[in-house]
């Protein structure tokens, strides 16, 4: 009987014969990026890379220095340094650098059938998949992929909103006090921790709506897989950091997924509802430049109408925007007290893996928090209800012991 790779090198030949070369030999590399996306960084090679005719402007538009060169003078992407911000990605011309992919191992995970699989899936969804595609027309394609269900990761958004607006309360109490969002981002993050240490004082101790997704699932569902769904490479790297990396165990891209739902034959848009509302317009969003401060500015106002500080917010999105942002808050050339960054143009609507344009995405974001019944976490009962179950009875508790929601920043 002919062996698998016989079989190949026979299609090989007959290909041959009709004009059409194929390529005999896999790249082992290649395969191990498949099988095993966790033991590489979340921007791997595409192709082989040796000369680069625009005097490696991938490399130049890193700033956490993740390409490094081996012995042999070979380009390699540092797995601990990269944080799948996508600029490395954007301005390779010659298009030899793509995402890694946690395909397989989501797809034996779902068709394992031993373990839940939950979809955790980011605010900036909304469009991404059809015009028609609604939370319940996801779900349900969700469902029929073999997940056990979908979770909306804005609800998330929505507890941490209050986290970080009952931090700013407590914090902000002179006018030269400000402080720096931790929600969402880990690019703006990432930036933070290992160009501007100086800074993290400022930075409330909370995880992304991401992680905290992931733990409350696994917390109420201990034996569960989480699978986080947005539009963002760098999601890949904040899942697997040492102190979060409870949480989520794999990351999916909105193309991925897409891919998914062509190879499965499923088409969302053609099925029925599978509706719960569960998230407030603070939450919803978290998808866009200036929804973090919008979301908490609100939060505050409902929290402490009378408080004489209010939140004055200034938001930069993409890397640069960000760096000169922090050098107008170093220099005293800004009144602002509430700083949020994306490493993003446009937030996460304009992550490196979406499907429709960014000002599309936007404007669905918009209409998604406009649709919401709620507009603050303080509206939703939801939350309430939710922190109960966690443990959290009381305003002082979530303030103080959410271990949960809360990361050391090293």
């Known amino acids: 009987m002919k062996t698998f790779h016989q079989l190949y090198l026979d299609i090989l030949k007959q290909e041959a014969g009709k004009g059409r070369v194929l390529e005999e030999e896999y790249d082992p590399y290649h395969m191990d990026c498949l099988l095993h996306p966790e033991k590489h960084a979340p921007v791997i090679f595409a192709e082989e890379c040796e000369q680069c005719a625009y005097e490696k402007a991938c490399e130049r538009s890193c700033i956490f220095d993740a390409f490094e060169q081996d012995e042999n003078g070979k380009v390699h992407i540092n797995r601990e340094k990269c944080v799948g911000c996508g600029a490395c990605v954007e301005a390779c011309r010659l298009e030899k650098l793509a995402a890694n992919k946690d395909v397989v191992p989501v797809l034996r995970a779902v068709r394992g059938k031993q ?48 986290k970080e607006a009952l931090e700013f309360d407590a914090n902000i109490r002179e006018e030269q006090d400000f402080q720096l969002t931790s929600c969402c981002c880990p690019v703006w993050i ?53 102190d979060i990396a ?16 062509e190879a499965a034959d499923i088409h969302p848009e053609q099925l029925g509802e599978d ?17 973090v401060s919008e979301a908490v500015k609100l939060t505050v106002k409902q929290l402490r109408p009378e408080r004489s500080i209010e939140v004055r917010a200034e938001q930069a999105d993409g890397v640069p925007a960000c760096r000169e942002m922090i050098e107008r808050l170093k220099k005293g050339e800004t009144k602002a007290n509430f700083f949020e960054g994306m490493g993003c143009r446009g937030g996460c ?21 406009e649709a919401a019944e709620y507009r603050t976490p303080l509206e939703n009962p939801f939350v309430g209800e939710l922190l109960e179950r966690l443990g959290f009875h009381t305003v002082e508790e979530f303030l103080e012991k959410s271990d949960i929601l809360v990361r050391k920043f090293s």
């Open 115 to 162: 373990q839940e699989v939950y979809a955790l899936v980011a605010p900036a969804f909304l469009g991404q998949f059809g015009p028609d595609v609604t939370t319940g027309k996801l779900r349900a394609a969700f469902k029929a992929m073999g997940f056990q269900g979908l979770i909306e990761v804005a609800v998330f958004a929505d507890i941490l909103t209050l």
């Open 190 to 242: 990432a930036m933070l921790r290992q160009v501007y240490q100086e800074l993290m004082p400022h930075v409330p101790g909370a995880v992304s709506p991401m992680i905290a997704a992931g733990r409350v699932v696994k917390k109420l569902h201990p034996d569960s897989v989480t699978v986080f769904i947005g539009p963002c490479m760098a999601k890949k790297k904040e899942a697997r950091e040492e």
């Open 349 to 369: 609507v304009g992550g490196p893996k979406i499907i429709i344009d960014k000002e599309e995405g936007r404007k669905n974001v918009e209409r998604y928090g």
């Open 246 to 261: 409870d949480a989520v165990d794999y990351v999916l891209t909105f193309q991925e997924v897409q891919d998914m739902f």
């Open 275 to 291: 509706d719960k509302e569960h998230s407030s317009k603070a939450g919803r969003i978290y998808a866009m430049t200036g929804g």
